[in-house]
C-alpha cells in the first residue's frame, strides 16, 4: 500500500506545536493560532469539570492545582496538539547526572508522559502530548474521559519513584486486530501476528524499525539507538549520545528519550486508534531522521562527543552503561 508521506507534515506540527508546550505564547503567536471556538470552549468546560482551580490564561491556555499535590499544571490547545505540562520543582537546566536519571525514570512513566527539557525553556518539565486530531471533540463524554486518564496519568508521574520497569509487554491480545489497527494507520506491523511485531519507520538511508508492545493504557513503539555501536564505545561517546537524544526529543511532540534496560531508545504512547498509531510513527521517524547522523558521528569520535558536550555546558559523570556491562 502505497501512503503519502505523513512525516513532513509530522516535523511541521512539531516545529509549530513546541511553541505551545512551553506555556503562554506571545501575543504575536496567539494570533496565527487557528484553533476554533468551539473547541476551546469545550475543552474549557471539560477541564473545568475536572480539574480545581481552573484559571484561563490567553486563548487556549489554562492553569490548574493538580489534585494530591501543590502543583500547578498547565494546558494548552493549538490547531495540531493538547498539551499537558507539569514542572518537576527545580529549576536550571539539568547536569549529565540528572539527564541520565531522567533517561532512566521515563520508562516507568505511565501513559504518554514523559520528562522533557526543551528548547525554549532550560527548566526540565513532565509533559503529555495528545494530537488534536485523534481527540473525540464530537463526543463530550469519550474527551472528558480521555482529558481524565491524561491528567491522571500526569499525577500519576509525578508519584514514580521506581525506575527501570514499565508496564509494557509484548503484544498481548488480539494480534490481528493490531495488525488491522497499523494497517488502517497505513504503517503496516513487519510481522503481523507475530508476538514481536514491529513497524518500519520511514528514515531516509537507515533501516529503522519501532518494537510494538501492549500496554494497560495503549501501544508502546520503541526504536531503539546504535545498539551495536553503542556496547563498544567509549564512556564519553555514550554520554554525547545520550545528552544529544535528550535534547532533540525535548524539541518534538510525544517522542520520550530513555535508557531501557542497558540501551537508548525513542518511544512513543499512544491510543488504541489508528490516527494516534499514524501520529506515534510519524513522531518516531521525524526524531530519528534528526538523530541518526550526528549519533553515527558522536558514538565513533571521542573527541567529538566531549566538545559536544562542552558545547551544552554539560560536565561529565556517571557513563551511559553499555549493553555488554555486567
Sequence with gaps: MERADPVTAAA???????????????????????VPTSRQQLLGDVLAATVANLRPAP????R???AGTRRIAAAS???????????????????????????????????????????SSPASRYVLDMPADALPWDEPEELLSAAGAALADLRGAVRVSVVGNDAAGPAAGDAGELAELFEEAEWPLQSAGNP???????????????????????????????????????????????????FSAGAMKMVRPAIHGKGLELSVTVALAPAAIRHGCAALSVALRRCCAETQHLVADEELAGAYLSTVGLQRGPRVPAASDA
Excluded at 486563548?59 to 489554562?62: D, E, I, L, M, S
Excluded at 528514515?203 to 563498544?232: F, N, T
Design 196 to 246: 514481536n511485531a514491529a513497524v518500519p519507520l520511514d528514515v531516509p538511508g537507515y533501516y529503522m524499525a519501532a518494537d510494538v508492545s501492549r500496554a494497560c493504557d495503549g501501544i508502546v513503539m520503541r526504536a531503539r539507538v546504535l545498539p551495536v555501536e553503542l556496547e563498544s564505545a567509549a564512556a564519553v561517546c555514550r554520554d554525547a549520545v545520550a545528552a544529544h537524544l535528550w
Design 64 to 66: 490548574f492545582n493538580v
Design 12 to 34: 511541521a506540527g512539531n516545529a509549530s506545536g513546541n511553541r505551545a508546550a512551553s506555556g503562554a505564547l506571545p501575543a504575536a503567536q496567539l494570533e496565527s493560532v487557528a
Design 59 to 62: 486563548a487556549g491556555h489554562w
Design 77 to 119: 490547545l493549538d490547531d495540531r496538539w493538547l498539551s499537558f505540562e507539569l514542572g518537576l520543582g527545580s529549576g536550571g537546566a539539568p547536569s549529565l547526572l540528572r539527564i541520565q536519571r531522567y533517561l532512566r525514570r521515563n520508562p516507568a512513566l505511565p501513559g504518554g508522559v514523559r520528562i522533557v527539557t526543551g528548547r
